[in-house]
T-cell receptor, first 109, second 115 residues
């Protein structure tokens, strides 16, 4: 069965520092990987997806199939990046979408 | 476009009572998900619909939870009878089917407290 692991429950950095939120997955097929974000009092929303190879709000994530990882990175964290971040996996060919337990990022001034 | 709508936003019930949640997905979205999010944890998939058919309900506690999606549009999730451990936020999400990378859109959730 597919599984998504986010090893850090909490992550705290200072403004301007680099940040990396870790995500590892286990799935035997071809996965689609996503990062979702939930800002305070807002609904869960998509941040980025591996297939687009995009940079959103300065965040990037690269799918590493060898290490089965999809870590989220930003070179210079901003206070407005403080939020809950969830890594998610969708099975190829299926619509099933599975989430990790999330990492709470706090960016201190 | 209008987002995923859920109601009620909050609900407090006593254990052993029943409760129902409603979700209206984005128009045209064939895939609908119900998630349970317990405080401090990630969303846990309960059930997934494709139009009005169930695709996956492997983690739905079927002795007390039920869900339906009549006509392939709106969906309801019911708990009967509720237990204390059912206290959580229940999230509904929808997604247009087809094509890799398409995103799931979430509602604001229903916060259930069982006392």
């Amino acid at each position: 069965a597919q599984r998504v692991t986010q090893p850090e429950k909490l992550l705290s950095v200072f403004k301007g520092a680099p940040v990396e939120l870790k995500c590892n997955y286990s799935y035997s097929g071809s996965p689609e990987l996503f990062w979702y974000v939930q800002y305070s009092r807002q609904r869960l929303q998509l941040l980025l997806r591996h297939i687009s190879r995009e940079s959103i709000k300065g965040f990037t994530a690269d799918l590493n199939k060898g290490e089965t990882s999809f870590h989220l990175k930003k070179p210079f964290a901003q206070e407005e990046d403080s939020a809950m971040y969830y890594c998610a996996l969708r099975q190829g060919g299926s619509e099933k979408l599975v989430f990790g337990k999330g990492t709470k990022l706090t960016v201190n001034p | 476009e209008a987002g995923v709508a859920q109601s009620p936003r909050y609900k407090i019930i006593e254990k052993r009572q029943s409760v129902a949640f409603w979700c209206n997905p984005i128009s045209g979205h064939a895939t609908l998900y119900w998630y349970q999010q317990i405080l401090g944890q990630g969303p846990k998939l309960l059930i997934q619909f494709q139009n009005n058919g169930v695709v996956d309900d492997s983690q739905l506690p079927k002795d007390r939870f039920s869900a339906e999606r009549l006509k392939g549009v709106d969906s309801t999730l019911k708990i009967q009878p509720a237990k204390l451990e059912d206290s959580a936020v229940y999230l509904c999400a929808s997604r247009i089917t087809g094509g890799p990378g398409t995103e799931a859109f979430f509602g604001q959730g229903t916060r259930l407290t069982v006392v």
